[in-house]
């Protein structure tokens, strides 16, 4: 049986709940994580779903956090979302935006935005246009 989800959830922390929600809440909906269900302690964006239960995005507080090499790379399907959600992060003040732009490094066809959030945690937007392994 193959499985139709790979991933439940991601849980961050920020150094600053106000300020990573003021930037996720522009960003996670452009990325199809459109229902906030945020509370006083958490942002929580959860994909749309029917009737199973969907993905979310959750981030909570953590003042003495320090942001690492870890980095949360997200799906794009075209090379022209990539370059929209740029554009996105830029005007919605993510840090250090490198590319869009080729990585010849990673491997064949891989197009993606290297970004950090305000509390210095590491994203990337990706699109793949060859598989890395094959099926």
């Not at 006083?40 to 942001?67: C, L, M, N, S, V």
Request: net charge positive; with cysteine.
């Amino acid at each position: 049986m193959r499985k139709t989800r790979y991933l439940d959830h991601i849980d961050l922390r920020v150094t600053d709940l106000k300020r990573a929600h003021k930037f996720y809440s522009k960003l996670l909906p452009a990325l199809g994580f459109i229902r906030d269900r945020s509370s006083g302690r958490w942002g929580i964006f959860y994909a749309a779903g029917g009737d199973k239960p969907e993905a979310f995005f959750g981030f909570t507080q953590d003042r003495r956090h320090q942001p690492n090499g870890t980095r949360i790379a997200f799906w794009a399907d075209t090379r022209e979302e990539v370059d929209r959600l740029a554009g996105l992060i830029r005007k919605i003040g993510g840090k250090n935006l490198e590319g869009p732009e080729v990585c010849r490094a990673y491997s064949r066809g891989y197009y993606a935005c290297f970004f950090e959030d305000p509390a210095g945690n590491k994203l990337e937007i990706c699109c793949r246009e060859n598989p890395v392994v094959a099926g």
